[in-house]
């Protein structure tokens, strides 16, 4: 797993595919997340195809409750409208929940996965 993500760093950094946001205190990482991009073809829902899939949104247990997921969520999202990305999606924990739900993401009730 760790070569196939360094690997795929490397490429998705390169072709601007993924942004990855890093919160710092006093040169300490405290928080992060992520965002992929990507294309699909175009439906009635999604008229470009592009979409971007928010992953990896951390915050330190000592650093949370201070909004700092809430700003690198914002960032995230505004990254991805800036892309085209008609579809923003995210897997949420019971702890993060919460702060999507206030930002305004609401559950998928037709996603199915093979797995």
């Known amino acids: 797993v760790r070569k196939n993500t360094l690997d795929y760093y490397k490429k998705a950094f390169e072709d ?6 890093l919160a710092l205190d006093n040169n300490n990482i405290v ?3 992520s965002v992929s991009f990507y294309s699909v073809m175009p439906t009635y829902c999604n ?4 979409c971007a899939y928010l992953m990896n949104i951390y915050t330190k247990p000592e650093y949370r409750k201070q909004g700092i997921a809430t700003k690198i969520l914002d960032y995230l999202v505004k990254k991805s409208v800036e892309y085209g990305a008609e579809k923003i999606s995210l897997e949420a924990t ?5 702060v999507y739900e206030k930002y305004g993401f609401k559950p998928m009730n037709n ?3 093979l797995l």
């Open 31 to 33: 928080a992060c997340g």
């Open 16 to 21: 601007n595919s993924n942004i990855t946001y």
């Open 47 to 50: 008229k470009s195809g592009k």
């Open 94 to 98: 019971e702890m993060g929940r919460p």
């Open 111 to 113: 996603e199915m996965e």
